[in-house]
């Protein structure tokens, strides 16, 4: 397990480093930083300073490893928009998309595996027949229409839930949470709910496709011929069969949720990093570009190294090689 | 007169289907009494699984029993609800099947699931199910139980499973086994110790099993009595030894002819030229007649049926095929 542990970390930081190389060359060369940093009247020697002390004469390696062992240490730079620590900003930002997407991943598991092992266990009922057919309408209908639907609804015709916004914060150390007052959940519920449409038709159909796979399973006939009731075996011994490639969709999903929280932080104007750095592509603000970047494919590739550690907890057969230790004797 | 455990009446399987009724199970009646076992043979096909699979109440929609009667010592069961059956399967009936590599659920320690197992079918608390399933563990013959029965069913091998499933099957003392070529899929120098463990159980016990194999020589060294099947139906009951040493149905003069060679059907049967018919293309009268040597007009026009010992063909029955 420990030797799984380090290969996988490596391979992390691996790839953190290539994207690393990405981002910076962005950042290098995406225009000419003293450009958008100096005023109108710098003079050529202002700026052939400023060049000198931000390092930008400096060979290739030098600049990339610089930028790697401050980006570490969680430094991007000055923001060009308004002259703040990049950090800061998207710090600022962060537990509002973070919040956003934990809880539509939340609502996407609650309510998508329930429906995927009824859809399964009830295949041909009207119900399931209805279920299959509104999760073809939640996969096609793109998460801004839902969000305006929702908006619609709940908040202009019966006017329950706010349109936009996060409602009243409460800073827990540098973290400001909006799930501890009630204007802060209420605020949350409408995005939230528009962006896990897509991911609870996702995991339903997925655990579904499962479903149906492993009741026919000989442990599972077994488990009912051994006298378990049909619902245990239904919801314990067929649906924990079925859990490896849901944690699989959703630790890759919650990187695209935060990539798509995009669409519905702009819909509800949410102040996460989405909409951060929505206004940073129109400033071509490149240090808070390339920060997005790194943090976002950062989250990409925790979650995939957390989802292959995971695997080898709930499988034990991927856990380590006993079998070949204990299985020798007939 | 000993205990009826197990009575059949004139069972049918049914699958409708696009192309009109499969019949998988037609007319069948058999009984089995307390602690004999009864061996049940028959090519791939023969709906062998089927008749087990029924008596479970475990059939797989469309699959249904048509008509026919189920009784366990005296209680008919073909009717319970699914709750009913439910305290019925694993306490009654004990169910072991073909292949132990994937009959225990890979996610669940082999000790949890004989604790569940027990716990579902006695009033026993946690820790004295984990005892019984210490012992029973124990009594199928796995070694150092106490670090094993925690370790889940990949760190076994395939004769250590088939071991754990029967130490399964027999949780709450069942009256009946059914298993269902419990040995098939088992390599062969371990077969034999797996039957004989099997036999050895279910003699201590009285429990009466019906085993399900397309292995003459395990029939004839493990059952007491016999049932020959072919293309669903009964062709042949008896003893052991009579049906052994004075087959009367042609088809079971071909398998036994084919004991001492190879073990498994797709050999013994070259011994009978042709092949079992499917289930829509069954022919009229005796499914066994184009394949019979003694097949005369009465065999294509009537079909033989037997509901207790005896062969099911013209010849035997009548002493002729005119
Ligand atoms: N779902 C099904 N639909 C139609 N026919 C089936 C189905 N399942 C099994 N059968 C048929 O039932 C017959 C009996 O099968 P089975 O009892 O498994 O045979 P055996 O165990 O003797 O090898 C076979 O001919 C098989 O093709
Ligand atoms: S009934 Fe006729 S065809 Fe069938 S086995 Fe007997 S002799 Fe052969
Ligand atoms: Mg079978």
């Given amino acids: 397990m420990l030797a799984f542990l380090i290969k996988r970390t490596a391979n992390a930081a691996f790839v ?29 020697a202002d700026r052939a300073e400023l060049r000198e002390r931000l390092g930008l004469n400096d060979g290739f390696v030098t600049q990339y490893t610089r930028f790697v062992t401050n980006a570490v240490q969680g430094d991007f730079g000055i923001s060009y928009r308004n002259q703040q620590d990049v950090m800061v900003l998207i710090g600022d930002r962060f537990p509002a998309t973070f919040e956003l997407v934990l809880v539509a991943t939340v609502i996407s598991l609650v309510v998508g595996i329930p429906l995927g092992v009824i859809t399964a266990v009830h295949r041909d009922s009207r119900l399931a027949n209805a279920l299959q057919l509104g999760s073809i309408v939640g996969v096609s209908l793109p998460s801004f229409v839902v969000g305006i639907m929702l908006i619609l609804a709940f908040s202009v015709t019966l006017g329950w839930l706010p349109a936009f916004g996060r409602g009243e914060t409460v800073d827990v150390g540098w973290w400001s949470t909006g799930l501890l007052t009630p204007s802060g959940r209420a605020a949350l519920v409408l995005p939230a709910i528009s962006l896990s449409t897509f991911q609870i038709t996702l995991v339903m ?40 490639p849901v944690i699989t969709l959703t630790g890759m999903q919650i990187g695209n949720l935060i990539a798509f929280a995009l669409v519905t932080e702009t819909v509800f104007q949410w102040p996460g990093m989405g909409l951060l750095f929505i206004q940073a592509v129109t400033f071509v603000d490149i240090p808070v570009m390339a920060a997005y970047l790194m943090l976002v494919s950062f989250i990409f590739v925790a979650l995939n190294t957390a989802v292959d550690v995971t695997y080898a907890w709930v499988d034990p057969r991927l856990r380590d090689d006993t079998a070949k230790a204990g299985g020798a004797n007939g | 007169m000993t205990e009826t455990v197990l009575d059949v009446r004139n069972l049918r399987v049914e699958f409708p289907t696009r192309r009109g009724t499969l019949t998988a199970v037609d007319d069948i009646s058999l009984t089995i009494a307390k602690g004999e076992i009864l061996g049940v043979v028959g090519e791939s096909g023969a709906g062998k699984s089927m008749t087990g699979m029924a008596i479970l109440g475990l059939l797989e929609p469309p699959g249904r029993i048509a008509s026919g009667e189920i009784w366990l010592s005296g209680d008919r069961i073909d009717n319970l609800s699914e709750t009913q059956m439910q305290a019925v399967r694993g306490r009654r009936i004990g169910a072991i099947f073909q292949d132990p590599l994937t009959s225990l659920n890979p996610l669940f320690r082999v000790g949890d699931q004989l604790v569940e197992t027990i716990r579902l079918h006695t009033q026993l608390s946690k820790s004295a199910a984990r005892q019984r ?50 040995t098939t899929a088992l390599d062969v120098s371990i077969q034999a110790q797996i039957t004989a463990l099997l036999k050895r159980l279910c003699r201590e016990r009285g429990t009466a099993v019906m085993l399900v194999t397309h292995d003459m020589g395990v029939i004839a060294e493990t059952a007491d009595r016999v049932a020959v099947m072919y293309a669903g139906r009964l062709a042949e009951l008896g003893a052991v030894e009579d049906v052994v040493r004075r087959p009367q149905h042609p088809y079971t003069t071909g398998l036994m002819g084919s004991i001492p060679s190879l073990r498994r059907d797709e050999a013994e049967l070259q011994m009978i030229p042709g092949a079992m018919p499917r289930l829509g293309a069954i022919p009229e009268g005796c499914a066994f007649n184009p394949r019979c040597a003694f097949a005369g007009p009465k065999c294509r026009r009537d079909t033989p049926r037997i509901h207790g010992n005896g062969a099911a063909c013209w010849l035997a029955l009548e002493g002729a095929t005119a």
């Fill in chain 1, 16 to 44: 953190m480093l290539a994207v690393a190389l990405l981002a910076f060359t962005i950042f290098r060369f995406f225009g000419d930083p003293v450009e958008m940093m100096v005023n109108e009247q710098a003079t050529q």
């Fill in chain 2, 133 to 182: 399933a210490i012992e029973l563990m124990r009594e199928v013959g796995i070694p150092a139980v106490e670090e094993r029965i925690d370790n889940y069913p990949h760190q076994f091998s395939g004769g250590m499973r088939q071991r754990i499933v029967i130490a399964l099957a027999l949780c709450a003392e069942p009256e009946l086994i059914i298993a269902d070529e419990p």
């Fill in chain 1, 205 to 244: 159909r997925l655990v579904r496709a499962e479903m149906l796979e492993t009741l026919r399973t000989d442990y599972v006939k077994f488990a009912r011929a051994r006298g378990v009731p049909a619902a245990r075996v239904q919801w314990v011994h067929a649906l924990r069969n079925c859990l490896m």
